[in-house]
């Protein structure tokens, strides 16, 4: 199983401000994801984050909202920008280990003032 | 989008008591996942149950698959209060490494 951690684990911030969660993985693999997980709300994907080329994100996401970085095979940015009351959710960062399985990271807890 | 409906949303059952989770879903899928999530926290991983399966056991869980009703369940066996948490069903679809995920039942185990 894949070791994932992400930085920071929570945060306060005022709207109108930006917040960059970083993700690293203890392995090298290809693709990474990025959720977002509202208050008593399931999981829903924002993007996924592929080494070498541009995001791709779901319907209702954009990249002008949450810009992506993946430098490298181990680690990825995701911030949320220009941030508002109703961007408060836990992000997560996941990644597909052997066997389809998906290991995620411990989340980030956003709350926005 | 979401495409698995989970029922109950909530459940609350006492300690040594099984609980069962359903999950239901719209399109053809490769396989399909469980997770636990304790108090908002990060997902735990609990079980995979590929598209050709129907059952699969791991320690207390039993997870069914039935893909001419497009649902699955998640039954815990001799529940602990330790198993408190949300537990959510997700699938990924033909070749596709993401996830869709359910809505999740929240269960409670008294002691």
């Known amino acids: 199983s894949a070791v994932i951690s992400q930085k920071p684990s929570r945060d306060i911030c005022q709207r109108g401000t930006s917040l960059t969660i970083q993700c690293q993985v203890d392995?090298?693999?290809?693709?990474m994801f990025w959720y977002r997980q509202q208050p008593g709300q399931s999981l829903t994907l924002i993007a996924t984050?592929?080494?070498?080329?541009?995001?791709?994100?779901e319907s209702g996401f954009v990249i002008d909202k949450f810009p992506i970085s993946r430098p490298n095979l181990t680690f990825s940015t995701l911030t949320v920008s220009n941030m508002s009351p109703e961007d408060s959710s836990i992000y997560l960062c996941?990644?597909?280990?052997?066997?389809?399985?998906?290991?995620f990271g411990p989340g980030t807890r956003l709350l926005v003032l | 989008s979401q495409q698995g409906e989970e029922d109950p949303q909530a459940l609350s059952i006492q300690e040594g008591e099984n609980a069962t989770m359903n999950c239901s879903y719209k399109t053809s899928i490769n396989n399909l996942q469980w997770y636990r999530q304790n108090s908002g926290r990060g997902l735990v991983h609990l079980i995979l149950i590929r598209s050709n399966e129907r059952e699969k056991h791991s320690g207390r869980l039993r997870v069914t698959l039935d893909t001419s009703k497009k649902s699955s369940s998640l039954l815990i066996t001799a529940s602990r209060a330790a198993d408190t948490a949300s537990y959510f069903c997700a699938s990924n679809q033909g070749g596709s490494e993401k996830l869709v995920f359910g809505k999740g039942t929240k269960l409670t185990v008294n002691p």
């Open positions: 392995s090298q693999v290809t693709m």
């Open positions: 996941s990644v597909q280990g052997l066997q389809e399985t998906q290991y």
């Open positions: 984050a592929n080494q070498g080329s541009e995001a791709t994100y």
